[in-house]
């Protein structure tokens, strides 16, 4: 009874950490991927890192909100762009969800 206590308990937890290792090499290559295509600085990136593991934190706790998330979580990332960052987002921001969360219709969420 013990065993399969521990053993439910070593699957949950490794179950967890390779989910959480998949989103933050996920939340990595995404900033990565912004960083080269905003020219983004070391700041910038380290800004964007961190609301983007906000993101994904707050979207595993409530994911019938992820329409606002997106929207709030583009305003902060906006915050850390300078006038040419912005324009340039504005740009990619849809192709760039849609390869973050393999989402077809992000663009729509992103209007709403």
Known sequence: MIKKFLLTITIIIGFNFSYSQDIKENVEKSVQNLSQKLLLNEDQVNSITSIMNEFFLKLEQNKNDSTSLIKQTNEKIESYL??????????????????????????QNEQD
């Open 82 to 107: 300078d006038k040419k960052q912005k324009i340039k987002f504005d740009v990619i921001k849809s192709d760039w969800w849609n390869k973050l969360l393999g989402k077809r219709n992000t663009q």
